[in-house]
């Protein structure tokens, strides 16, 4: 079982710079592969064309990925054509964008049930800001936001292949650390914070930290005797038992 959530940065957008390169060399490493086949879901983006032409050009003519992907939203597949596209890829790589409409979506076509049988088969799960809180039993989203810029951020009901809460962007984004911290006091929990660049690697139940700048970081913040606290996670790229997270 392998998964790495990333908590935000750019891959080559027009008009900004690549800041995840090294924590996507270690997706491409962690499939065993050269040349890995990459599928890229855009479900959160709307099927964004022009987000794949990004993949593209960064994980396929940059770092060497053969990469396909799946529209969900544009294309009316069939759930075994869905399985056989998922299943015969080495990389799920997941983007960003909104995370409640795509959960709805992929439990509408089966996908989160598909997804569950290629994590169980050992192919590498991956994504960024929707695309790694997805993984998690519970996520901070920022979903109703899409529709009203108004609205609250919301604690999502994820996919639970990870028994932790996530929250991404949460030093980009000014409003997540305090709603993140209201959410751990009033229904504790545990919860994983990832700033941008930074990214936890899960692997058969054993977790590190890896980060593509060094002011990034990834904290776990829980609630004890009423207080929130926030412990900031190692770096040294030490693997540690996943089970040291569940503790509060």
């Given at each position: 079982m392998k998964i790495v959530a990333i908590g935000g940065g750019e891959i080559g957008r027009p008009g900004t710079k690549i800041e995840t390169e090294s924590i996507d060399k270690e997706v491409i490493r962690l499939s065993g592969k050269t040349h890995p086949k990459l599928l890229f879901i855009p479900t959160?983006?709307?099927?964004?064309?022009?987000?794949?032409q990004v993949v593209q050009n960064y994980y396929g003519k940059r770092l060497g990925c053969i990469t396909d992907v799946l529209y969900l939203i544009k294309n009316n597949q069939s759930r075994d054509e869905i399985r056989n596209k998922v299943l015969n890829s080495n990389i799920i790589y997941v983007g960003g964008g909104n995370t409640l409409r795509m959960l709805k979506v992929w439990r509408k076509c089966g996908l989160d049930d598909i997804l569950k049988e290629a994590h169980e088969r050992g192919i590498v799960l991956a994504g960024i800001s929707a695309g790694a809180i997805c993984w998690f039993k519970y996520a901070n989203s920022d979903s109703l936001k899409f529709s009203d810029s108004r609205n609250p951020l919301i604690k999502l009901k994820g996919l639970d292949f990870i028994p932790l809460m996530s929250c991404p962007h949460y030093d980009?984004?000014?409003i997540r650390r305090p709603s993140l911290r209201r959410m751990i006091k009033e229904n504790g929990g545990i919860s994983i914070a990832?700033?941008?660049?930074?990214a936890i690697e899960i692997v058969d139940g054993q977790y590190k930290i890896i980060t593509s700048s060094k002011m990034a970081n990834v904290f776990k913040v829980y609630r004890k005797n009423d207080k929130v606290m926030e412990d900031k996670l190692p770096k040294?790229?030490?693997?540690?038992p996943l089970d040291e997270l569940l503790k509060s």
């Amino acid at each position: 079982m392998k998964i790495v959530a990333i908590g935000g940065g750019e891959i080559g957008r027009p008009g900004t710079k690549i800041e995840t390169e090294s924590i996507d060399k270690e997706v491409i490493r962690l499939s065993g592969k050269t040349h890995p086949k990459l599928l890229f879901i855009p479900t959160a983006s709307e099927d964004s064309e022009s987000y794949y032409q990004v993949v593209q050009n960064y994980y396929g003519k940059r770092l060497g990925c053969i990469t396909d992907v799946l529209y969900l939203i544009k294309n009316n597949q069939s759930r075994d054509e869905i399985r056989n596209k998922v299943l015969n890829s080495n990389i799920i790589y997941v983007g960003g964008g909104n995370t409640l409409r795509m959960l709805k979506v992929w439990r509408k076509c089966g996908l989160d049930d598909i997804l569950k049988e290629a994590h169980e088969r050992g192919i590498v799960l991956a994504g960024i800001s929707a695309g790694a809180i997805c993984w998690f039993k519970y996520a901070n989203s920022d979903s109703l936001k899409f529709s009203d810029s108004r609205n609250p951020l919301i604690k999502l009901k994820g996919l639970d292949f990870i028994p932790l809460m996530s929250c991404p962007h949460y030093d980009s984004e000014k409003i997540r650390r305090p709603s993140l911290r209201r959410m751990i006091k009033e229904n504790g929990g545990i919860s994983i914070a990832l700033e941008n660049c930074s990214a936890i690697e899960i692997v058969d139940g054993q977790y590190k930290i890896i980060t593509s700048s060094k002011m990034a970081n990834v904290f776990k913040v829980y609630r004890k005797n009423d207080k929130v606290m926030e412990d900031k996670l190692p770096k040294d790229g030490k693997y540690r038992p996943l089970d040291e997270l569940l503790k509060s």
